[in-house]
């Protein structure tokens, strides 16, 4: 190669380090926001069924030495006092990572179905508009499992109490669908992430495998409490907010952040 060639090539090359630098610096950079700031519930909002959102029954939803729990050492028995911990901001596009393990004993009288189980739930109602008595938000639930000691029991299924949603090309009216996950015994810590897309699109991903996908989630006209909400926004669901669900086992989440995505 001669010195000309070799000096235009070595040009080209810093110009296009120096713009691809530039534009690397102008794209603007997103980070992970902890929606739990790992010592108390600032930001968040309990409604337990039975009780008025704010009020947290039995010091249900609590921080401990860096992880948020759902306890029910307070309770003489669960009474089917079904809860949820709110965040107060809702939220539409983004990413969302909880580490979460299951502990100890189902509270007493818990539903047998409910062992091992937790869940979040996304674009769902605020806990102000939901009826004193209501078992559970109008939402999408990220349904959180652990394993029973034999057997398989998939986490991050998809539950929709008041919703519908789309997979496949078609509508799923069934409240519950499995994911493609492994089980996981015991207490070990477990990740799982949920990319949110507006109404086009959610993902779980657990330990980072995507594991179930679906789209154009949607109230459910035939369910009172989202006939109530159609009164006041679209049938489509878009956004909503985010909460962490007590269904009589204990369980704990060490993280949980978000990261904004461009609509």
């Known amino acids: 190669m001669n010195r000309r060639l070799y000096a235009v090539r070595h040009l080209v090359i810093v110009i296009w380090l120096v713009l691809g630098v530039e ?8 980070d992970w926001i902890p929606l739990f700031n790992g010592k108390d519930l600032t930001g968040w909002v309990p409604k337990i069924k039975g009780y008025p959102a704010g009020e947290n029954f039995g010091n249900t939803f609590r921080v401990e030495n860096g992880v948020l729990k759902v306890s029910y050492d307070q309770y003489d028995a669960f009474n089917g006092r079904f809860g949820h911990l709110f ?17 100890g004993e189902q509270c007493p ?3 047998s179905w409910a062992v ?13 508009s939901m009826r004193i008595d209501q078992d559970f938000p109008v939402s999408l639930e990220v349904q959180l499992l652990g394993g029973l000691g034999r057997g398989e029991r998939p986490t991050a299924n998809v539950c929709t109490p ?23 015994h015991g207490d070990q810590w477990v990740t799982v992430e949920v990319e949110v897309r507006g109404h086009e699109l959610v993902r ?12 154009h989630p949607q109230l459910d006209d035939r369910d009172p409490d989202a006939r109530r909400l159609l ?14 669900q007590s269904e009589s086992h204990p369980v704990e989440f060490r993280k949980v952040e978000l990261l904004p995505l461009d609509e």
């Open 204 to 215: 779980h991903i657990v330990n980072g495998q995507v594991v179930l996908e679906y789209t």
């Open 109 to 111: 009288g818990g539903p």
């Open 116 to 128: 091992r189980n937790s869940g979040i739930m996304i674009h769902g109602q605020t806990p102000e």
């Open 23 to 30: 534009l690397h610096a102008q794209a603007p950079q997103r």
């Open 231 to 244: 009164e006041s926004q679209p049938k489509e669901l878009s956004g909503g907010t985010i909460s962490l």
């Open 162 to 184: 008041g919703t519908h949603i789309v997979m496949n090309g078609e509508l799923v009216t069934r409240h519950c669908t499995n994911s493609r996950s492994q089980t996981y």
């Open 87 to 103: 965040f107060h901001q809702p939220y539409s596009h983004y990413r969302l990572r909880v580490e979460y393990r299951f502990v």
